[in-house]
């Protein structure tokens, strides 16, 4: 909520003082308008600027702020067909705007005598507080610390080399290594490697291989399945692909499935781990954010905003911290714990299972956009079965316990559902709407109630 003024003259002066600066490029955002911005921004020490709000602007939007609720008035966020018709921006809107910018920002760096943008970067000394405002607001207003400029050679204060690509370390290309005969020839793969929190992204390249070579529908069910040890870092099982399954054994960082496409990820801790898994984080903060399908299971805890954007995965997941299914439009969640605050918000889609024996839950859960059902016979069939795939993936006490006293502890789950999300199934004659399960999953065989459409999201509904 500070101004980014302050975030970006902090930055700029921690990382001169430490001599980094040279091989970081540093962007700000935040509230960057016209071409005074960039020029402010440029001599705090930013290389980059971030632009959202006016160039949507540009677009159209009006900001009405409700992009949640698929009710955009100009037809921007929305996937409503009448209101997408009133859509009216074109890439020219947003390339004038940039000019104007520019222009703006070059008229000023022509009254610095400065040529290149690059030598605005880190220049403070070109900044002065302005002397002439006369407001109370302002009496005693020391902006010293803000342009501070710590001493430095002028190769210091801002970008000067490039910074050596991760990909040629990836730990994914052993992994596609390993993976070759089902790439090529869809034989099956196991394999068990280390991971350390160095490895980001793990599982993303393997993806990216899988497809090339097979198409979008990827490889059969469990034909790669591979074991990994260790400490994962940021984005584990990024985009991964259908036929590719990540068990971890360990821990991981942010952002675990993100864009998951179809692939199947276990994370459990060490089977020589002396903690209870259900009482400790195993996963971090958004995970699955912008997921589109595949399955998911985190023996323990996981951070804040679980799941959100998500729009056809299904996670199981023993608790999650505040916001958990945030934006959700698609998808099943099922919570084998305590959830944090503010779960559901701006959900418009999808369905969440919470376990709540204690009658808590309703408290956390931010019912503006949702409502509670009790769990019908098809819910129960799909709960049960998850919960028990997420034992055996996992080896999940409390999946176990469950299970084991499913006649009295079924009874404790709580059905977040979105009304309208509701009403779009009533309306095609599903309670629960399309999971696409692989052919050998065991709730393939359907039984009643489970949509074989081609998509889960009816067209004109908030997906």
């Not at 099956?188 to 793990?202: G, K, L, S």
């Not at 919570?335 to 959900?347: E, P």
């Given at each position: 909520?500070?101004?980014?003024?302050?975030?970006?003259?902090?930055?700029?002066?921690?990382?001169?003082?430490?001599?980094?600066?040279?091989?970081?490029?540093?962007?700000?955002?935040?509230?960057?308008?016209?071409?005074?911005?960039?020029?402010?921004?440029?001599?705090?020490?930013?290389?980059?600027?971030?632009?959202?709000?006016?160039?949507?602007?540009?677009?159209?939007?009006?900001?009405?702020?409700?992009?949640?609720?698929?009710?955009?008035?100009?037809?921007?966020?929305?996937?409503?067909?009448?209101?997408?018709?009133?859509?009216?921006?074109?890439?020219?809107?947003?390339?004038?705007?940039?000019?104007?910018?520019?222009?703006?920002?070059?008229?000023?760096?022509?009254?610095?005598?400065?040529?290149?943008?690059?030598?605005?970067?880190?220049?403070?000394?070109?900044?002065?507080?302005?002397?002439?405002?006369?407001?109370?607001?302002?009496?005693?207003?020391?902006?010293?610390?803000?342009?501070?400029?710590?001493?430095?050679?002028?190769?210091?204060?801002?970008?000067?080399?490039?910074?050596?690509?991760?990909?040629?370390?990836?730990?994914?290309?052993?992994?596609?290594?390993?993976?070759?005969?089902?790439?090529?020839?869809?034989?099956?793969?196991?394999?068990?490697?280390?991971?350390?929190?160095?490895?980001?992204?793990?599982?993303?390249?393997?993806?990216?291989?899988?497809?090339?070579?097979?198409?979008?529908d990827g490889l059969a069910p469990s034909t790669?399945?591979?074991?990994?040890?260790?400490?994962?870092?940021?984005?584990?099982?990024?985009?991964?692909?259908?036929?590719?399954e990540l068990t971890l054994i360990g821990d991981?960082?942010?952002?675990?499935?993100?864009?998951?496409?179809?692939?199947?990820?276990?994370?459990?801790?060490?089977?020589?781990?002396?903690?209870?898994?259900?009482?400790?984080?195993?996963?971090?903060?958004?995970?699955?954010?912008?997921?589109?399908?595949?399955?998911?299971?985190?023996?323990?805890?996981?951070?804040?905003?679980?799941?959100?954007?998500?729009?056809?995965?299904?996670?199981?997941?023993?608790?999650?911290?505040?916001?958990?299914?945030?934006?959700?439009?698609?998808?099943?969640?099922?919570?084998?714990?305590?959830?944090?605050?503010?779960?559901?918000?701006?959900?418009?889609?999808?369905?969440?299972?919470?376990?709540?024996?204690?009658?808590?839950?309703?408290?956390?859960?931010?019912?503006?956009?949702?409502?509670?059902?009790?769990?019908?016979?098809?819910?129960?069939?799909?709960?049960?079965?998850?919960?028990?795939?997420?034992?055996?993936?996992?080896?999940?006490?409390?999946?176990?316990?469950?299970?084991?006293?499913?006649?009295?502890?079924?009874?404790?789950?709580?059905?977040?559902?979105?009304?309208?999300?509701?009403?779009?199934?009533?309306?095609?004659?599903?309670?629960?709407?399309?999971?696409?399960?692989?052919?050998?999953?065991?709730?393939?065989?359907?039984?009643?109630?489970?949509?074989?459409?081609?998509?889960?999201?009816?067209?004109?509904?908030?997906?």
């Amino acid at each position: 909520g500070s101004p980014w003024e302050i975030g970006l003259a902090e930055t700029q002066q921690t990382l001169v003082l430490n001599r980094l600066r040279g091989r970081i490029a540093v962007q700000v955002d935040g509230g960057v308008r016209t071409g005074r911005d960039v020029l402010v921004g440029a001599l705090l020490g930013a290389d980059e600027m971030g632009f959202a709000t006016a160039p949507l602007i540009a677009t159209g939007c009006v900001m009405m702020r409700a992009c949640h609720l698929n009710t955009c008035p100009v037809g921007i966020a929305t996937q409503d067909p009448v209101l997408r018709e009133r859509f009216q921006g074109q890439p020219e809107h947003v390339i004038n705007f940039f000019f104007f910018v520019a222009n703006e920002a070059r008229a000023i760096m022509a009254q610095l005598g400065i040529r290149k943008f690059e030598d605005l970067v880190g220049r403070t000394d070109l900044l002065k507080a302005n002397d002439a405002i006369d407001h109370w607001k302002a009496r005693g207003v020391d902006l010293s610390g803000l342009l501070a400029r710590p001493q430095a050679n002028p190769d210091q204060i801002r970008r000067t080399r490039a910074q050596d690509s991760p990909l040629p370390y990836a730990l994914d290309w052993e992994l596609i290594e390993l993976a070759q005969p089902a790439i090529d020839k869809g034989e099956p793969v196991t394999a068990e490697v280390e991971v350390r929190n160095v490895n980001r992204a793990v599982g993303a390249l393997l993806s990216s291989a899988v497809t090339r070579a097979n198409g979008a529908d990827g490889l059969a069910p469990s034909t790669i399945k591979l074991t990994l040890r260790g400490s994962a870092g940021q984005s584990f099982g990024a985009w991964l692909a259908n036929g590719v399954e990540l068990t971890l054994i360990g821990d991981s960082n942010d952002y675990v499935g993100k864009g998951l496409s179809g692939g199947v990820i276990a994370v459990r801790p060490n089977e020589n781990a002396t903690f209870a898994a259900e009482e400790n984080v195993i996963v971090g903060n958004t995970v699955l954010y912008g997921a589109t399908a595949g399955r998911a299971f985190f023996r323990g805890l996981a951070g804040e905003r679980f799941a959100v954007r998500n729009s056809g995965a299904i996670a199981v997941v023993e608790g999650v911290g505040d916001h958990g299914c945030e934006y959700m439009t698609g998808g099943r969640v099922i919570v084998l714990g305590r959830t944090g605050r503010n779960f559901a918000a701006g959900m418009s889609g999808g369905v969440a299972y919470v376990y709540n024996p204690d009658g808590t839950f309703g408290a956390r859960c931010n019912m503006e956009l949702v409502g509670f059902d009790d769990l019908d016979e098809n819910d129960l069939e799909l709960v049960k079965t998850l919960v028990g795939e997420h034992r055996d993936r996992t080896d999940s006490i409390v999946a176990a316990k469950i299970l084991d006293n499913w006649a009295e502890a079924s009874a404790s789950f709580v059905k977040v559902m979105p009304h309208d999300y509701k009403r779009a199934m009533a309306e095609v004659g599903s309670s629960n709407g399309h999971i696409d399960y692989p052919d050998d999953h065991p709730v393939s065989s359907g039984g009643e109630g489970f949509v074989t459409s081609e998509s889960e999201t009816p067209a004109g509904t908030a997906a």
